[in-house]
């Protein structure tokens, strides 16, 4: 089996000694070492975590195949809390949509399935030296790429098809700047710090979306708090912010954005 085809389910379906010998593989293809490898409870049922340093830059392992993406809209349903909370954000005009669901379907992507290849992936995101359209070419020097927007997605939820990486709830007594722990804070079920802080911004190869983060903007808007902790969502794309950084305005803040490169196996 090549490692690029290695499946989400196949992974998890490895005892630990078969888990160790493919993260070595992994190891070696990449040049790198294998400097972790434990197991998490994610999903009602293990899930394998390996760390790879590359040239100083740690990388987890994230399996794909057949996988699904993008949040359930017909699923899901607002907490009262979150409904409350967005319809004092609707009433100061600061909404996409008339209630949360209706937000939700015009930031988040679609629901689907797509096939993945396997890769290796940065567990920090890593500001841009560069200007976005610059920034493949510096990555590629190193033998890197950009994540696509759907590597992104499904390295973030592991296979989650809930609003959050870690839950479709969030505290709402707060906004998720403020240093409090809290389910952001903690890595990943990968093992990734990653939809970690709304000041961040994540760019991939889509220039249609911004993942992460929205720079703060909601924070520092005081759009409310459910607002403030929607950019954190797995699947949101938040085109509007996708739009000011491929635009003229924000060509020349680079250096505010990051993003998280990519190892093809």
Do not use: K
Not at 80 to 102: F, I, K, M, V
Request: with cysteine.
């Amino acid at each position: 089996m090549s490692l690029a085809d290695l499946t989400l389910d196949e992974w998890r379906s490895f005892d630990p000694s078969t888990a160790r010998r493919i993260a070595e593989q992994a190891a070696q293809r990449a040049g790198g070492r294998v400097t972790l490898i434990d197991t998490t409870e994610h999903l009602d049922g293990p899930l394998h975590r390996v760390r790879i340093v590359r040239d100083g830059r740690a990388f987890a392992l994230i399996p794909g195949g057949r996988v699904s993406l993008g949040l359930d809209l017909d699923r899901w349903r607002p907490t009262p809390r979150q409904a409350a909370d967005y319809a004092e954000s609707l009433e100061q005009g600061l909404c996409r949509g008339t209630d949360l669901r209706a937000h939700l379907a015009e930031v988040l992507s679609p629901r689907r399935d797509v096939v993945l290849a396997t890769v290796l992936m940065a567990v920090e995101d890593e500001n841009l030296t560069a200007p976005p359209t610059d920034t493949r070419a510096v990555l590629a020097a190193d033998g890197l790429r950009m994540p696509t927007a759907d590597e992104w997605e499904h390295a973030c939820g592991a296979g989650a098809d809930t609003l959050f990486r870690w839950g479709d709830d969030c505290p709402l007594d707060r906004v998720p700047h403020e240093g409090a722990p809290g389910p952001e804070t903690a890595p990943n079920a990968f093992g990734l710090r990653i939809a970690y802080d709304t000041y961040r911004s994540e760019l991939t190869a889509d220039t249609t979306s911004v993942h992460g983060g929205d720079g703060g903007e909601s924070v520092c808007g005081g759009y409310g708090r459910m607002l403030a902790w929607l950019p954190l969502a797995t699947a949101n794309r938040n085109p509007a912010m996708a739009g000011f950084v491929y635009g003229p305005e924000g060509e020349d803040l680079y250096e505010d954005y990051s993003t998280r490169p990519v190892l093809t196996l």
